[in-house]
């Protein structure tokens, strides 16, 4: 699929993780542009309490669907009535449904044979037709949920050290490990996607995909001027390879690839 798709996620907040979320964003971006991002749920349930911090987090826009009649869920119909709206509009180049429910398969079915790129992302349990209805389906199962790197045996330097004992010069490096441990596992997802026949990703491309995921990316926050740089700083972790180009005005081909955990 190209990089360059725009992509509409719907969100049935009732049938998925909340903890998964973030991590479902950084796998969908491997697939293009996350253009909208919208929940669907009556969010004046006790159920959905905890979602209030991470739609604001992740900036997913919520669609409040009251309960017109008690035990009946009008959640499904609300995204469906938004999801062909949008095919209407020929905005988007791909959907992503995030549900197990299997309601949600005449949907899929309707998106794709309107030649639309159908990604559904679900847990175990889901149906297999709606799994079959999709071009791509991914199971929260194998979505890992954000998690600190345990491998990381390099750290950026504590630039805070003058106030270590202060409790905000503490959560301020506590944020920047966090942030490192997150570039690093958008590198691991580029790698097992853009690898080409021998194992290497083109830099450039890995580039891209985590400005999609992470938009305020930059490594000037981890003091490298050049993502290039900054794989170096981890050899650890990463075989860096330079492809010179031959001939005057060739330019020259950064790779890397993950060493094994």
């Avoid at 600190?148 to 202060?166: L, Q, V, W, Y």
Wanted: charged share 30%; aromatic share 10%.
């Amino acid at each position: 699929m190209d990089n360059t798709q725009k992509i509409a996620v719907l969100i049935d907040a009732d049938n998925t993780q909340l903890s998964k979320m973030e991590s479902v964003f950084h796998e969908l971006s491997t697939y293009g542009r996350i253009v909208v991002k919208k929940a669907y749920g009556n969010w004046k349930k006790q159920s959905l309490k905890n979602w209030e911090e991470e739609v604001k987090r992740l900036a997913i826009k919520t669609e409040q669907q009251f309960d017109y009649v008690s035990g009946k869920n009008t959640t499904d119909i609300a995204m469906v009535i938004d999801a062909m709206d949008m095919l209407h509009s020929e905005m988007y180049d791909a959907f992503a449904l995030v549900s197990s429910d299997s309601d949600f398969t005449p949907l899929a079915i309707r998106l794709r044979e309107s030649g639309a790129y159908i990604i559904g992302v679900g847990e175990n349990q889901t149906p297999e037709a709606f799994r079959n209805a999709c071009d791509d389906f991914l199971l929260l199962d194998f979505v890992s949920a954000e998690t600190e790197d345990k491998n990381g045996e390099e750290e950026i330097p504590d630039t805070t050290a003058a106030s270590s004992a202060d409790t905000a010069g503490r959560a301020e490096l506590k944020r920047k490990r966090h942030e490192l441990n997150e570039v690093h596992k958008l590198l691991r997802i580029a790698f097992e996607r853009y690898q080409d026949e021998d194992g290497f990703v083109n830099i450039a491309l890995a580039g891209n995909y985590i400005k999609r995921a992470k938009p305020d990316f930059t490594t000037f926050s981890y003091g490298y001027t050049k993502l290039s740089d900054f794989l170096k700083a981890f050899p650890k972790k990463y075989e860096v390879k330079i492809i010179r180009g031959k001939g005057k005005g060739s330019s020259t081909s950064v790779l890397y690839r993950c060493r094994k955990r």
